[in-house]
């Protein structure tokens, strides 16, 4: 029996706006049970205000980059003199120089003169998109990234801004929101796993897709028949209705359901290529062993 009573699953998103559709938001009972869709259409400061309002023994997964690479380098910006040293002066730093965005958004961070240059952005590659000596091809990795790939799954860097696998501004938008967590609900493995209480994990729903039978190219479920086919390879009962569902949805329902047996698996937490350095500065996605 896991330490957990409850799962949250959360699908992000750091489109423009206030409200977004792709936030979607899974939660089930960590001993069993179909996981429910929160059935709303969320923006990132409900999302905060959920956070700070768990349930005691929840487990929360959140789909984003916690952090930004730092290994590679040894620097989340080398050359920046005002580069942070771990990833919570990241956050810090992130939510600063976004405060005249509204909706917890991140605009104002990659459009700074100092950090654009790490970016990707439109057309436009920065000088030190790329890192001299440790390039992957699609720009900066953290080491959880590398190992992801490891496993078959496709990451894109999180200083990537473009395309339809970009994760930066849903990454950035994501650091505000933990960020104004302010050490009420732990982050692992920023902070260490606490031996009870509820705890917030970077997720990857990928990796819950392929723990469900699909491959890295097939993750994405877009019918309540082709979720309710990955719940049951989880040994989940499946939910209600039929016909198209949408893949945020679909993403957070099957994740919440990976949660409840991966929760217990003690290597998800003690990963063996994470570092004390690299879980203060890259943190690490739940999941990669």
Known sequence: MTRFRHIVAIDWSGASGERHKGIAVAMAEADGGAPKLADHRWSRGEVLELLLDVPPDTLVGLD????LPFADC??????WDASPPDARALWSMVDRLCEGDPHLAAQ?????????????????EGPHFRCDGADHGRGRFRVTEAEQARLGCRPTSNFNLVGASQVGKSSLTGMR?????GGRLP???IDPLPRAG???VEIYTTIAAMAAGRSAGKAKMRSVEDTNAALAALGSPGVAGSGPLDDHSA?????????QTAADRP??????AMSEEIAATEGWTFGVP
């Open 251 to 259: 993403d957070a329902l099957v994740t919440a359901a990976w949660l």
């Open 108 to 124: 104002g961070f990659v459009d700074h003169p100092d950090a654009a240059p790490y970016f990707r952005n439109g057309m436009v």
């Open 267 to 272: 290597e998800l937490w003690a990963p063996d």
């Open 198 to 200: 509820s705890v917030v």
């Open 74 to 79: 040894g620097a989340f910006f080398p050359g």
């Open 64 to 67: 984003l980059g916690i952090s």
């Open 177 to 181: 929101v933990l960020h104004r967590l």
């Open 187 to 189: 982050v692992w493995p």
